[in-house]
């Protein structure tokens, strides 16, 4: 079954500490991977997909398909940052519909 | 403002009745979702139509439907509503199945 997982809720960092949003996925053949950013009173917003292998904002993600994870990492976190990360998958059957994890509240302290 | 749109924002309704959602894609998207936001369950796939038809369905319980019109506009039906219905809904349009998509702001219903 095609699933993704991240395992918090809830992240806390202060300003200026690294960062990293956990997403592992669980699917049988090539997944297209991504990160969207959810922030307060906005809509959902693509923020990097694996495919381009981009960094956006100064975050980076790199799949990882022996231990079939996509983890979000900032080496710097800013308050700006504070907002919902989900992580989604679309699988390479599917007719382009993305499965998303539950999401993790990303708050940045000063 | 030629994002996607969804009316109304906010729907608040009875148990047993049936409400209707509606989603405007960005001008030239052919493709759109439908997504369900719940605090349990997270943002789940229902439904996507590419350009009228349906492509792929997803957890969508069959006291919902949707349909594309040939402005490509899409409504979701949800019928014989249920307290767990209550939920954030989101149309997300994109140009064609496998290109970035692209979130409205969502319609809040409460079902009391």
């Known amino acids: 079954a095609q699933r993704v997982t991240q395992p918090e809720k809830l992240l806390s960092v202060f300003k200026g500490a690294p960062v990293e949003l956990k997403c592992n996925y669980s699917?049988?053949?090539?997944?297209?991977l991504f990160w969207y950013v959810q922030y307060s009173r906005q809509r959902l917003q693509l923020l990097l997909r694996?495919?381009s292998r981009e960094s956006i904002k100064g975050f980076t993600a790199d799949l990882n398909k022996g231990e079939t994870s996509f983890h979000l990492k900032k080496p710097f976190a800013q308050e700006e940052d504070s907002a919902m990360y989900y992580c989604?998958?679309?699988?390479?059957?599917?007719?382009?519909?993305?499965?998303f994890g539950k999401g993790t509240k990303l708050s940045v302290k000063p | 403002d030629s994002g996607v749109t969804q009316t109304p924002k906010h729907l608040i309704t009875a148990t047993g009745q049936r409400v209707t959602l509606r989603c405007s894609p960005r001008?030239?998207?052919?493709?759109v979702y439908w997504y369900q936001q719940s605090l349990d369950q997270g943002l789940q796939f229902l439904i996507q139509?590419?350009?009228?038809?349906?492509?792929a369905k997803g957890n969508i319980l069959e006291r919902f439907s949707a349909q594309q019109f040939p402005d490509l506009h899409s409504e979701l039906n949800l019928s014989s509503l249920e307290l767990g219905d209550s939920a954030l809904y989101f149309c997300?349009?994109?140009?064609?199945?496998?290109?970035?998509?692209?979130f409205g702001p969502g319609t809040r219903l409460t079902v009391l």
């Open positions: 694996h495919i």
């Open positions: 699917y049988s053949g090539s997944p297209e």
């Open positions: 997300a349009s994109s140009l064609g199945p496998y290109n970035e998509q692209f």
């Open positions: 001008s030239g998207d052919l493709s």
């Open positions: 139509y590419y350009n009228g038809e349906e492509r």
């Open positions: 989604a998958l679309r699988g390479g059957g599917s007719q382009g519909n993305l499965i």
